[in-house]
């Protein structure tokens, strides 16, 4: 934990926090370091925690996956970056996914449990529950935002929402996205192979140009995706 001092002090969950509130606050929270390597399970589904997690380094998935093996993604977290808060909170709560690390990653685990309690002289208390909020705030749109590459009901208009709005967040045509194949076709609920191919097909159509994991927007490229709702196009 102490490796990282400058990048806890930056992250949401501490914000506007004296030195002093953020070091008071991470003993209360009992914040323990625990490195994994790629494709571990951090938690799993079915379990209960009262722990959330802050990536220090590396990065996780959060997954669906039912007893058939169907794998559903849906979020990617990168450094800097919290899972799990709403089930820490919520203690009686079975986790419904799965959080993997998509690489070799550390974790400061935060036992957030203790602040539905009467912590009186505890000027860090409130800083801490308004983060809280934002950072849930946060996941409730990435969420909605999942929703929106789902709905088309073509492979083309799934990826196509998915890279339109990377590149909006990018600010930019040019860009990288956190997934590879499997991931992404997980992520839109996709088969591989269709990804693939589709992929291919955008390509000799002159709408993107891509290598593993690199992504180029091509415009000019007149797009009209299907949204899923009836009587609606995009």
Known sequence: ???????????VLFR???????????????????????GSVLLHAGELTDRMGLVLS???????????????????????????????????????????ANEETEILFLRVSGLLEKLPGSPWKEKLIRNLLLISAHKNLTLSKRSFHTSP????????????TVSLQKRSDEFEIPFDRQQLADYLNLERTNLSKELTRMKLDGIIECKKN?????????????????GHRE
């Open 1 to 11: 934990m102490l490796t990282y001092p400058a990048l806890i002090a930056k992250t």
């Open 16 to 38: 506007d926090m004296t030195a002093d509130e953020r070091k008071e606050c991470l003993l209360f929270l009992r914040a323990t370091a625990q490195t994994y390597k790629k």
């Open 58 to 100: 590396g990065s996780v998935t959060i997954e669906s996956n039912d007893i058939w093996g169907n794998c559903t993604i849906l979020s990617h977290i990168g450094k800097g970056g919290f899972f799990a808060e709403t089930y820490a909170l919520l203690r009686e709560e079975v986790m419904l996914v799965d959080v993997r």
């Open 153 to 164: 009901k073509s492979a083309r208009g799934r990826i196509l929402s998915y890279l339109n």
């Open 214 to 230: 690199h992504f180029r927007l091509i415009s000019g490229s007149s797009q009209v995706i299907d949204s899923g709702i009836p």
